[in-house]
């Protein structure tokens, strides 16, 4: 089994910045990519900022905004969120495609975290 944990999420106002944090848990061999997504009311999901090996990819309507990081170490993924804006309002999703030790991959989704922008 596999656990994705975020943190991070918030009430900021236009301008502001917020980190969110995505931990990954339990039989993971390896970790191909992370990312985040999000689901604004009455929108469907859709994708923030992925990252894989040393490739990243942005939603147009964030870049030069947000950044994704990721620490292998402590299979995590981090959004570095600035200059937010009330359109960004959404709850956020942690993704990632773990391989296990069976050799199997498969998607995982945290259990998402509201982030909410105030003008």
């Known amino acids: 089994q596999v656990q994705l944990v975020e943190s991070g999420g918030g009430l900021v106002q236009a301008g502001g910045s917020l980190r969110l944090s995505c931990a990954a848990s339990?039989?993971?061999?390896?970790?191909?990519?992370m990312g985040w997504y999000r689901q604004a009311p009455g929108k469907q999901r859709e994708l923030v900022a992925i990252?894989?090996?040393?490739?990243?990819n942005y939603a147009d309507s964030v870049k030069g905004r947000f950044t994704i990081s990721r620490d292998n170490a402590k299979n995590s993924v981090y959004l570095e969120m600035n200059s937010l804006k009330p359109e960004d309002t959404a709850v956020y999703y942690c993704?990632?495609?773990?391989?296990?030790?069976?050799?199997?991959?498969?998607?995982?989704w945290g259990q998402g975290t509201q982030v909410t922008v105030s003008a």
């Open positions: 993704n990632a495609n773990i391989r296990s030790y069976d050799y199997t991959s498969r998607d995982y």
């Open positions: 339990g039989s993971i061999r390896s970790i191909n990519a």
């Open positions: 990252t894989r090996a040393v490739l990243t």
